[in-house]
């Protein structure tokens, strides 16, 4: 069965920067290697939305708010998806959600990321 489990976040000051990881378990090597990686976050009574993509061929996507400030990047030896967050805002606090895509969709279970001070 395939599990996403995410870590980091937490509380982070205006304009610091926090690293979240996120480890696909029950996925052979070479199956994750050809795996749409993807960050989401949600926050209450919004819709959950795309912040950053990792396509297999390495290709990369941003929303207009993660741009410039967010890095997503694969670890393909450890199974591991990663998104760096530079320059925080108060406007990041969300719950912060992995999402892999091969054939089907599976999510983590979500990490909280508040941004103040």
């Known amino acids: 069965q395939v599990q996403l489990t995410e870590s980091g976040g937490g509380l982070v000051q205006p304009g610091g ?5 996120c480890r696909v378990s ?6 994750f290697w050809y795996t749409t990686l993807e960050w989401y976050r949600q926050t209450p009574g919004r819709e959950r939305e795309l912040v950053g993509r990792l396509a297999t061929e390495g290709s990369t996507e941003y929303s207009a708010s993660a741009k410039c400030r967010f890095t997503i990047s694969r670890d393909n030896s450890r199974k591991m998806v990663n998104l760096q967050m530079n320059n925080l805002r108060p406007e990041d606090t969300a719950v912060y959600y992995c999402k892999a895509t091969k054939r089907n969709t599976y999510w983590g279970q979500g990490t909280q990321v508040t941004v103040s001070s």
């Open 26 to 31: 029950g996925i052979i090597l070479s199956v």
């Open 17 to 21: 920067s926090t690293r979240l990881s």
